[in-house]
């Protein structure tokens, strides 16, 4: 047993003991360590009863045997980005600041307490990153990876360098951040003039005018040798059978200009009335469009280039993971958002905080790049009703939810994955 004790025989171990209390009767245990330093417990596991195993186990699963950890404390790690967090853990007071290291903080006693243990937490001030000088890991990271903590308790996002020295576990709470931005007018991404018909009705409208004006020549033509022979010659006010005569004055009626010429004939007066109807009521649906047309929110924004392709301007919240995020871009479209319209020309980054982002958003024609439920609870505070219309959101990560994380390895694995 002394030997035993020296061992680092943890929670996850299968250690077997064979106590002989007769010939052919063996009394079988399970020995393991809560921690390297704690002492031996130890477990039943069966008999061997001649020539004949009777289990004695209460669960088949090692792990759930094993579930209580009868007052043992857990390490735990948690990142805080603000030191008046440690203030709100639990009175659900600044919901916005620290929301995902919060959330975490109530599931992480409640898995202590499930377990029957107590945690210890750490507080630091980043997820961490590697230093390619010390060849270390800093932050959460690194007390998970130096092993001075046992669990990760603000979840972080998955990442290919990360996952060589610490254990991922389970998706605790969803998180999504997006650049959020109100949809700019129709008319500061669209030629709205163009907008009111469709190629086909521009075609058609081109068909009448013409069409009209070969009719009034045709008409014109008549009545001018015909009836009119005489006396036109002096009048200027008697439509001439001119195709140029003619255009110009179904143009002026499509203008809502009238013309200074009209035919005399009944034929030729009635291709004129009915022209001149038809290009009024078209003349007013243009215009009942346009004045719709000016008040209507553009969807021309929906993907990432087009969002990038506008000339909106961009700002991204303060964060810890925005600045990781947004300098480590590698994609194309991404990585030219940071550096064309994240960064500007004289050096600086637009990581500006909560508040100041969202009031951006309100004036318009700004992408601000925000954690969704922060984001949303600052809006609902903030904005008037009408002004929560027309907002819209656009995904820039490329990551899925924040996983719950453990050391690599840990002994305390299948513990933390079942609570």
């Known amino acids: 047993m002394e030997r035993l004790a020296l061992l680092p025989l943890l929670v996850s171990s299968e250690i077997f003991i064979l106590i002989r209390k007769e010939t052919n009767h063996f009394v079988i245990q399970q020995v393991f360590k809560l921690s390297e330093q704690s002492t031996l417990n130890f477990e039943p596991f069966g008999m061997w009863l ?3 195993l009777v289990d004695e186990r209460t669960a088949m699963v090692t792990s759930v045997r094993r579930l209580d950890l009868k007052g043992h404390t857990l390490r735990a790690s948690m990142v805080i980005t603000n030191m008046d967090t440690l203030n709100h853990l639990t009175d659900y007071k600044q919901k916005h600041i620290d929301t995902i290291t919060k959330v975490n903080y109530i599931l992480t006693n409640n898995l202590a307490h499930y377990l029957g243990a107590r945690v210890n937490y750490s507080i630091v001030s980043t997820w961490g990153y590697f230093n390619a000088t010390t060849r270390r890991w800093d932050g959460m990271i690194g007390e998970l990876s130096h092993r001075s903590a046992d669990l990760g308790a603000s979840p972080l996002f998955f990442t290919t360098d990360r996952i060589a020295v610490i254990e991922y576990v389970a998706m605790t ?12 007018k129709l008319s500061y991404t669209e030629n709205v003039f163009l907008l009111p018909f469709d190629d086909t009705v521009w075609i058609i409208i081109a068909v009448v005018i013409l069409l009209a004006s070969a009719l009034l020549v045709v008409t014109a033509l008549a009545e001018y040798r015909i009836i009119l022979s005489s006396e036109a010659s002096n009048d200027s006010t008697i439509l001439r ?10 143009y002026g009626a499509t203008c ?46 929906q993907t990432l280039e087009d969002l990038y392709g506008s000339r909106l301007k961009f700002g991204a919240h ?22 064309r319209k994240i960064r500007q020309s ?23 790049h925000v954690e969704q439920g922060v984001g949303y609870k600052v809006i609902s505070e903030t904005y008037q009703e ?6 819209q959101e656009i995904q820039y990560l490329q990551v899925i939810d924040p996983y719950y994380s453990i050391q690599k390895n840990s002994s305390f694995k299948e513990h933390v994955k079942i609570g």
């Open 50 to 52: 001649n020539g004949s």
């Open 173 to 184: 709470s969803a998180t999504r951040s997006k650049f959020i931005f109100r949809s700019p």
């Open 241 to 250: 059978p001119s195709f140029r005569d003619s255009l110009l004055m179904i």
């Open 256 to 301: 809502q200009q009238g013309s200074a010429v009209l035919p005399r004939s009944f034929a030729a007066r009635t291709i004129t009335m009915v022209t001149f109807t038809i290009l009024m009521f078209l003349y007013v649906c243009y215009s009942a469009n346009i004045v719709a047309l000016l008040q209507s929110p553009s969807t021309k924004i």
């Open 318 to 339: 303060d964060t810890v993971f925005n600045r990781y995020y947004f300098t480590h871009a590698t994609e194309p479209t991404r990585q030219a958002i940071f550096e």
């Open 346 to 368: 004289d050096g600086s980054v637009n990581f500006i905080p909560l508040e100041q982002g969202i009031d951006n958003i309100r004036r318009g024609l700004y992408a601000f």
């Open 386 to 391: 009408d002004e929560k219309c027309g907002l």
